[in-house]
């Protein structure tokens, strides 16, 4: 697969368009217009053309595309034909729910430790998971085959930056952080700093607009 | 303030500008070069300069931005200069977690009603706030002074749809939906979905790309 140099808000919206697609393969239906398509994902119809125009040549005029081709195009551009390993440290309530949140397992995304330091939670199952003492995170990290992918920080904010820095050194290549502060990552390691009131504030600027 | 067309896109940037706004006036930072910020939201500077542009004039050519008066711009545009009120439905774990969550509060959301129709749920107190039945949500809304702005749902997939249902004809302006199934809203409210295995999705391509 050639690998162009795609922009990083056109690979943010590959997920949005793949989880459309899914909802319409869902519901039966095998072609789709790029009108049809961007509406369910939220941007308009040039846009969708232009950002599947970075992965290739699909759809053909006047007819659209086929639903089931374009969800297994975009999710070897995401490199979701193979399954993921994820620790998570911080089990508190937002790092237990995205334990248990069907969304990960569904789609290929295997969480292989869970940890966090407070001795009320160490040792407590959740979602079939034992959470370990952080202190085990590098054995963990280490034993698993294949290495860990992806690390999910879902710590109280002052503990983000230094539960990166474990994560980083035990080899861990990608991290999205929950916690809400911005930490920082050396060269190479792929972070992503989520942070949940962006969803409200993009609320805020429409019911301001009406 | 002119009531410009900005594109979709721009939008969902501003709170991470935000973001990375407040973090620099934090450090104590005055003044930030369009490159400097647009390293901290994950962006180019062109894209910022472009995004910034459809607000206003700002910045000084080879000085930069003023980050306070930015960060008074931005969030002015985002409507986040009154505060804003939220129900949620669903007190599992995620919506226990949303609740609780620091960023919210500290930005001016506030929870005045949370739901849910589990008897064992119904009646307990997550930080600080009684969990209604959910067949209270109509009374809830209605008594609340100025409306409410936003409702979060947080239930699973299947109760999706009837709760986005019940908030609309309550009133509610404007939905989150962190249910891992996409519904329907009537033109005029506005609706976000919340799907968490986008990050994982987005890191997963960046992990494939090395």
Same mark, same amino acid.
């Given at each position: 697969?050639?690998?162009?140099? !795609?922009? *990083? @808000? @056109? !690979?943010?919206?590959?997920?949005?368009? =793949?989880?459309? =697609?899914?909802?319409?393969?869902?519901?039966?239906?095998?072609?789709?217009?790029?009108?049809? =398509?961007?509406?369910?994902?939220?941007?308009?119809? +040039? *846009?969708?053309?232009?950002?599947?125009?970075?992965?290739?040549? /699909?759809?053909?005029?006047? &007819?659209?595309?086929? &639903?089931?081709? =374009? !969800?297994?195009?975009?999710?070897?551009? %995401?490199?979701?034909? #193979?399954? #993921?390993?994820?620790? !998570?440290?911080?089990?508190?309530?937002?790092?237990? +729910? %995205?334990?248990?949140? *069907?969304? /990960?397992?569904?789609?290929? /995304?295997? &969480? &292989?430790?869970? /940890?966090d330091r407070d001795p009320a939670i160490v040792g407590t199952v959740v979602d079939g998971l034992t959470v370990n003492h952080i202190n085990d995170l590098e054995s963990i990290v280490k034993d698993t085959q294949g290495g860990v992918d992806i690390g999910i920080i879902a710590t109280q904010a002052p503990s983000a930056q230094g539960v990166a820095n474990r994560m980083v050194d035990a080899g861990v290549k990608a991290i999205i952080n929950f916690a809400p502060i911005t930490i920082d990552v050396p060269a190479g390691v792929v972070l992503r700093q989520v942070d949940l009131s962006v969803e409200l504030q993009i609320l805020s600027y429409y019911l301001q607009k009406r």
């Open positions: 697969m050639k690998k162009a140099k !795609i922009p *990083q @808000t @056109t !690979i943010t919206r590959l997920p949005v368009y =793949l989880r459309a =697609l899914v909802m319409l393969a869902n519901k039966g239906e095998q072609i789709t217009s790029s009108h049809g =398509l961007a509406q369910h994902a939220g941007t308009n119809a +040039a *846009q969708l053309r232009k950002d599947l125009s970075y992965l290739g040549e /699909f759809g053909t005029r006047g &007819v659209g595309y086929d &639903v089931d081709q =374009l !969800i297994n195009e975009v999710s070897k551009w %995401l490199g979701l034909l #193979r399954d #993921r390993t994820v620790v !998570i440290v911080g089990l508190g309530r937002l790092g237990g +729910a %995205l334990v248990g949140y *069907q969304g /990960f397992s569904q789609k290929g /995304f295997k &969480v &292989v430790g869970a /940890f």
